[in-house]
């Protein structure tokens, strides 16, 4: 069952492990999830942070303190952007 991400939600970056056992990875090493997981955010992984926008037409989020956007599948629990 999903939930709905609502702006103001507190949620938590999967681990890298977690995406890569998921979704694999690409010729550079980054994981194949929707909006790309870069080696570059491995440092997000397992961080807690607020949800201050959403955009469901992409099925993105932007978090508070976090310059990537972000899709709910990377996020710990099954979530949907509506």
Do not use: H
């Not at 890298?16 to 491995?42: H, Q, V, Y």
């Not at 807690?48 to 099925?59: G, S």
């Not at 629990?77 to 509506?82: D, F, L, P, T």
């Amino acid at each position: 069952m999903y939930r709905t991400v609502e702006i103001g939600d507190k949620v938590t970056i999967r681990s890298w492990k977690s995406m890569e056992n998921e979704w694999g990875l690409d010729e550079l090493g980054d994981i194949c999830i929707p909006l790309f997981f870069t080696r570059n955010m491995a440092y997000l992984c397992k961080s807690e942070a607020e949800i201050v926008n959403k955009r469901p037409w992409l099925e993105e989020l932007t978090l508070r303190g976090i310059y990537y956007n972000i899709s709910p599948q990377m996020l710990v629990g099954e979530y949907k952007v509506r």
